[in-house]
């Protein structure tokens, strides 16, 4: 049901809900467009698993290290600002890498750690607002909006920018998509004007979101749900662009893929905007997390463009069935919490950072194995171990009452 038809929701939080919405949808095709071909960008300079694994592993080492530096100022200064500050960042790297040129493959770390700085910001300050601005009677019709925003902005994007960078010579490509990029971002920062102003009161005490996570038996199985939750994207959220490249020598077939894995998606979160209650959350889950473990032993034996194509399809209709309800029940979680709503921002944080901590875990383990194996054998190896971490997931809230 839509929300002006709903007289559960006022007038203030579906302005709210709607510019969370629009900042969500710009902030998504900008780095849809831009950043699923820098670690492609970064291979072809390098011809190095190893550089892109460290690259990814400063991007997500910075992120936690922003959290847990950064979790007081949210507390302390406006969180719409804290937004921006991350905007800005990730619109200065896509600047830095493009100024840099054939040479970015020389400042790997640094330009991860600034993406990271970037991610870190916009992302904790967004939690927050999401937290915020929505209720448990207004979550899943969020989720399934920014999700069904987000699959459209990612068959937009690489598709386009995919097209871009084969039809235009040199770095005119990279130019172009990087420099609309930059637009989008700085769109978003303008819509987020329009957002109401919000502060916490009170002292930042992260050690109650971690006490909580003690003695609080559904606190604590959400955030083992998170860190395996990272533990699975760490290594997913790079290694399948590189194999899909990597099969196919194209950054058009990465456009073709992203447009089907997102058409996927929007699709079922359509439905799921129809479908989805909170009584039926971890039914979804569960179906989601278990076809996407078997569309992992498709992708180790894909070898074609088509292979690829039925890949992004299939993860495409599985990833909302997952995400979706999995989004809601943490928030509910944190909202049934001891004290949420003097600690909510200590809670977001707390889960950030062990979120980010799986990502890590996941990614130096990466980097090990690619110590004792040979490249293409530790892909498909690593896919099919971290590709485990859904369904442990999945375990892990089905114990949540």
């Known amino acids: 049901m839509k929300l002006r038809n709903r007289d559960d929701v006022t007038e203030y939080e579906r302005k709210n809900l709607f510019y969370l919405l629009a900042i969500s949808a710009l902030y998504t095709l900008g780095l849809s467009m831009s950043n699923i071909f820098v670690n492609i960008f970064l ?9 892109l694994a460290v690259y990814n592993i400063s991007i997500y080492f910075t992120q936690l290290i922003i959290f847990v530096i950064a979790g007081k100022w949210v507390k302390r200064f406006d969180r719409v600002i804290i937004l921006r500050v991350g905007i800005i960042l990730i619109s200065l790297f896509f600047i830095g ?77 990279y130019l172009t998509i990087f420099f609309l990029s930059f637009l989008l971002f700085l769109l978003a920062v303008i819509t987020s004007i329009f957002l109401e102003r919000r502060r916490t009161s009170g002292q930042y005490i992260i050690r109650r979101a971690m006490q909580e996570w003690k003695e609080n038996p559904n606190w604590n199985r959400m955030i083992n749900a998170h860190f395996l939750q990272g533990f699975r994207d760490g290594v997913f959220l790079f290694a399948v ?40 959350r971890k039914r979804f889950i569960f179906i989601g997390s278990v076809a996407l473990y078997i569309a ?3 992708i180790i034996y894909a070898n074609t463009a088509v292979d690829l194509y039925i890949y992004g399809m299939m993860i495409g209709l599985s990833f909302p069935l997952f995400f979706a309800p999995f989004m809601s029940i943490s928030y509910d979680v944190i909202g049934q919490a001891r004290n949420a709503r003097d600690y909510r921002v200590e809670y977001v944080v707390f889960k950030e950072i062990i979120l980010n901590f799986g990502r890590v875990i996941s990614l130096v383990l990466f980097w090990l194995g690619l110590q004792y194996f040979h490249e293409i054998q530790w892909l498909r190896y690593s896919l099919l171990l971290f590709g485990l971490g859904y369904l442990f997931v999945m375990l892990q809230i089905r114990k949540i009452e």
């Not at 291979?43 to 550089?51: G, R």
């Not at 999401?130 to 448990?136: K, L």
């Not at 909006?145 to 490509?173: C, D, E, H, N, R």
């Not at 196919?248 to 073709?256: A, H, L």
């Open 43 to 51: 291979w072809k300079q390098s011809h190095n698993i190893e550089l």
């Open 97 to 173: 890498l493009l100024s840099l040129g054939s040479h970015a493959s020389s400042f790997y770390v640094l330009l991860g750690a600034i993406l990271g700085a970037g991610y870190g910001f916009y992302l904790l300050a967004f939690n927050v607002l999401t937290f915020e601005v929505t209720e448990p009677h207004t979550r899943d019709y969020f989720n399934s909006t920014m999700g069904t925003l987000q699959s459209i902005a990612w068959m937009i994007g690489p598709l386009f920018a995919g097209y871009l960078i084969t039809v235009l010579t040199g770095f005119k490509g």
């Open 241 to 280: 662009g590189l194999w899909v490249f990597m099969i196919t020598d194209r950054e058009m077939t990465i456009g073709i893929y992203n447009f089907i894995y997102a058409g996927g998606s929007l699709l079922v979160y359509q439905l799921l905007n129809r479908w989805l209650k909170p009584s039926k």
């Open 296 to 298: 992992v032993i498709w």
